[in-house]
């Protein structure tokens, strides 16, 4: 398990309370479905690489507490984030975009 998760105990789909959040998503980079991967820095700043290709945005906790990320020149999305937990670990986050419905999963590399 990702040491900064290890005194973090929770359910396969439970949702990342917002205390979580920033460790969560800092925790160690994500690799999704597709084979693009993200990194999230503590400082709000993020770097998505999709077949080859790296597109910097930015990443915050909007006033209730919901991961939102903002890409430039006017992207700008909220996610529900829950747990991926497999054989009792923690393996990654789910993003469902809030108001749309989309979702992935990011798996901690």
């Known amino acids: 398990m990702i040491e900064a998760l290890e ?3 929770v359910m396969d789909g439970d949702p990342v309370a917002t205390e979580h959040v920033r460790t ?3 925790a160690g980079g994500f690799i999704y479905g597709d084979g693009a991967t993200q990194v999230f820095e503590p ?15 930015e990443w915050y906790l909007d006033a209730s507490g919901h991961f939102c ?11 529900e984030l ?8 923690i393996a990654g986050l789910r993003f469902t975009e809030l108001g749309q419905g989309s979702c992935f999963d990011g798996r901690y590399r």
């Open 7 to 9: 005194n973090i105990h």
């Open 24 to 26: 969560a998503l800092t």
């Open 43 to 57: 400082a709000g700043a993020t770097t998505y690489v999709q077949q080859g290709q790296q597109t910097r945005g």
């Open 69 to 79: 990320s903002f890409w430039p020149p006017s992207y700008r999305a909220c996610y």
């Open 82 to 89: 829950r747990w991926i937990v497999e054989e009792g670990r």
